[in-house]
């Protein structure tokens, strides 16, 4: 069992890793992307938005899939899709292929999304121990890495299809063969044959707790979270480059610094988060990094020149990191026997915040000012506050006694992982 734990624990973080490759590489190309099929301004925001909407149908059709087979199909045949749909992204140059393209990589990630976290919330409550942010710092490092490559790329005037052929070549079936070594949890979702197919009694909304309900009022709080998390993060991603060039006054090349910074202190979060985890609860963690983020938000908002910006950012990378990890781990705790269905239900918020953030922003900035729209985010990461306690375990949401014991004892005895 150890050993199946180790083997699953290390490919499921490499499932996380190709995937931040492959979305740095695509969100980081928008403007290769534009040129290459000729999108108009007007018309790209069209196609942005398509991804996440149709990444949020991909998520829904996840929580439909897993009740008839394992999360760990749905992830191990989604990456490849997506992965494919990067490279026709990068191959064609008709309107109608870039469109086929991104509706088919906004559906795939949407399932890849939602499994993987299914399968990194049941692999932690089998631990015992928070485990969840190890794998999200994993998602970071590919973000890096992929931002890295298409860098490269830009700089070497590569072609997208010529950039993007052998990262897929390399992590595509990579990624497949690690998929073989997923470890499910099947513990509440009923009987499942050789087939992978789920027998016993459905009741349309998952099975698990004790009834087999996922109540929507109780994972509402969670879901606002993550809403919020994803408007902050949407706020760096998409404007922290254009801000700290038109507001704080960089240099072009200093106005890329705020995102590959964000990133790099993601990654040094996520990567220690989990012992803060298991030293001072969810709770705090989840405290602390509203706090750090809305100090980010408020140096920002009022830094005199660049380098203060990008001290803000820093903040901000520090603060936001922790949060979503721990809104799938508290969605898995809350609804232990039907954590699959309430983790593809709270995916679907991270479309909702990364659609709602930018246009906010933006539309802020048009009619007031940017340092003013830097308020708004500052405030909803504050108003998580408010639901921190939700990250917290009730006494039984590992299972009776009993269970949390054996999982306990699991847990210790991988301690070496």
């Known amino acids: 069992m150890t050993e199946t734990l180790r083997r699953g624990r290390a490919s499921l973080a490499f499932g996380f890793l190709v995937q931040g490759v492959a979305f740095a590489l695509l969100v980081t190309r928008i403007p290769a992307l534009q040129d290459q099929y000729g999108i108009s301004d007007g018309l790209l925001p069209v196609f942005l938005a398509g991804v ?3 990444a949020g149908a991909g998520s829904v059709g996840a929580e439909r899939l897993v009740r008839r087979v394992r999360p760990s199909r749905v992830m191990r045949w989604s990456q490849p899709a997506a992965l494919l749909a990067l490279l026709g992204a990068g191959a064609g140059d008709a309107m109608w292929e870039i469109a086929v393209a991104l509706a088919a990589f906004g559906v795939a990630v949407g399932a890849l999304d939602a ?10 409550r089998t631990y015992g121990r928070s485990i969840m942010l190890g794998f999200h ?5 590919g973000g890096i890495v992929g931002a890295s490559l298409a860098w490269a790329g830009a700089h070497w ?4 299809f010529v950039l993007y052929l052998p990262v897929v070549v390399v992590l595509l079936p990579a990624a497949f063969l690690g998929s073989w070594w997923y470890v499910d949890d099947v513990r509440g979702r009923g009987d499942v ?3 992978g197919r789920q027998e016993g009694k459905q009741d349309g909304r998952g099975s698990g707790g004790a009834d087999g309900v996922v109540v929507f009022r109780t994972l509402l709080p969670l879901c606002l979270v993550m809403a919020f998390a994803y408007i ?3 706020t760096v991603s998409n404007w922290g480059a254009k801000y700290l060039q038109d507001v704080l006054g960089s240099s072009e090349q200093l106005s890329t610094v705020p995102y590959n910074v964000y990133m790099v202190m993601t990654l040094v979060g996520r990567g220690v988060g989990d012992l803060g985890v298991r030293r001072f609860g969810a709770v705090a963690v989840v405290r602390g990094g509203a706090v750090v983020a809305a100090v980010g938000f408020g140096v ?3 830094a005199p ?9 820093t903040l901000l990378g520090l603060g936001l990191c922790v949060i979503v990890p721990q809104t799938f781990a508290a969605a898995g705790r809350l609804f232990p026997g039907a954590s699959d269905v309430a983790v593809a239900r709270l995916n679907i918020f991270n479309y909702v915040g990364f659609l709602v953030g930018s246009p906010l922003v933006g539309a802020l900035g048009d009619v007031w000012n940017y340092r003013g729209a830097m308020v708004v985010p500052l405030v909803l990461v504050l108003v998580i506050l408010r639901y921190a306690r939700s990250f917290a375990p009730g006494p039984d949401r590992y299972g009776d006694g009993h269970e949390r014991a054996r999982t306990a004892d699991v847990g210790r005895s991988g301690n070496g992982l």
Request: proline share 2%; aromatic share 8%.
């Open 193 to 195: 044959d050789a087939e």
């Open 137 to 141: 710092a994993t998602y970071s490092l």
């Open 232 to 234: 902050g993060d949407s």
């Open 300 to 302: 920002v908002a009022v």
């Open 157 to 160: 005037d590569l072609s997208l």
């Open 305 to 313: 020149g660049a380098w203060v910006g990008i001290g803000g950012f």
């Open 52 to 54: 996440p909407v149709l």
């Open 115 to 124: 499994s993987m976290n299914m399968l990194g919330v049941s692999l932690q």
